[in-house]
């Protein structure tokens, strides 16, 4: 797997491998995960209670997640850096609502905060590479300062 080339690639590298390794955890050792959040971990559970199905469910996701965040990092995929700012703001809202309205305890809100700063994170990056890269051209404007075009957004 290629490392990242760009500031933003690496926001979205280090959110991939967390999320890759939460989501294992979650999956070997469900008890820690539920620990981690601020989540009550019975000594036996109840018929109907189905927060195994549900951890599993999410633990798996969030590793897909993790390597889809891993590929997009690994082949410069900046479309999908730029939309990730979007949706894990969207993410960061909908989990401190879940927090300020009672349904998850406090400590769920680290999670909101990892979107949210994670989202801020890679939006700085992407501002930062693209200064980096200095004007971009324009057509019939060949006097403007070359950019660098990380390989995976040149065009053949």
Known sequence: MRLPRSGAGWTIAIFGALAVLLGALGLIWPEAQL????????????AGDYTGTFLTASSMASFNMGVYYLLAAATEW????????????????????????????????SVAAWEGLGAVATAVGLWWDARRAGPARTAGDEAVGSATVPAGDAVS
């Open 35 to 46: 620990r981690m959040l601020g989540f009550q971990v019975p000594a036996e559970r109840t």
């Open 78 to 109: 900046r479309v999908f850096y730029r939309f990730t700012v979007w949706f894990r703001l969207v993410t960061f809202t909908v989990f401190s609502i879940t927090v300020l309205s009672g349904v998850a305890p406090g400590r769920f809100f």
